[in-house]
T-cell receptor, first 112, second 116 residues
């Protein structure tokens, strides 16, 4: 079936460096994508979203890039901080029922 | 800041027992979702409500799971009987708008279920 996946299960980054977390999706009909951050023992927290009619969107220290040609999504975090340590999930919305399909997640570890 | 509330936060039960989880959405959020998240994996949708109506329960194991949202506000997810494989985090999420609007889901803190 259709699925969302991540290339790297664990990413280790030094504090202050930029982080890039990647996600591949397989459903070309997906029209909305979200990145969530999940800290241990907590529910996912919204970071940023992007619609399929865009290829880039920026937030505070975060940028999401969407490449529909290769069905690839990335999350860039500038000047990574210890508080950014968490598991990051991409999720895609397909169809009209606003149903999200989540990938398996990437753990971001920020080293000092 | 308004949040999705869930209770209990932790639940330990023996297999074959019944368990129930409760979710109180952010005020005004018409759409409510229950997810199951196995450790190390992404959340998987169990059931979706629009107000009091079920929109999608195709992934809900209906032989043992049930969900209701009688007044279109808070919701309860029940498992009876619980099995060892049900051990997971159960997450509730809510959002504003109808099925065709583009906006994020807000998640509660989850209920961590352990079945012994």
């Amino acid at each position: 079936g259709e699925s969302v996946g991540l290339h790297l299960p664990t990413l280790s980054v030094q504090e202050g460096d930029n982080s890039i977390i990647n996600c591949a999706y397989s459903n070309s009909a997906s029209d909305y994508f979200i990145w969530y951050k999940q800290e241990s023992g907590k529910g996912p927290q919204f970071i940023i979203d992007i619609r399929s009619n865009m290829d880039k969107r920026q937030g505070q220290r975060v940028t999401v890039l969407l490449n529909k040609t290769v069905k690839h999504l990335s999350l860039q975090i500038a000047a990574t901080q210890p508080g950014d340590s968490a598991v990051y999930f991409c999720a895609e919305n397909t169809g009209t029922a606003s149903k999200l399909t989540f990938g398996t997640g990437t753990r971001l570890q920020v080293t000092l | 800041e308004a949040e999705v509330a869930q209770s209990p936060r932790y639940k330990i039960t023996e297999k074959s027992q019944a368990v129930a989880f409760w979710c109180d959405p952010i005020s005004g959020h018409a759409t409510l979702y229950w997810y199951r998240q196995i450790l190390g994996q992404g959340p998987e949708l169990l059931v979706q409500f629009q107000d009091e109506s079920v929109v999608d329960d195709s992934q809900l194991p209906k032989d043992r799971f049930s969900a209701e949202r009688l007044k279109g506000v808070d919701s309860t997810l029940k498992i009876q009987p619980a099995e060892l494989g049900d051990s997971a985090m159960y997450l509730c999420a809510t959002r504003t708008g109808g099925s065709t609007s583009y906006n994020e889901q807000f998640f509660g803190p989850g209920t961590r279920l352990t079945v012994l």
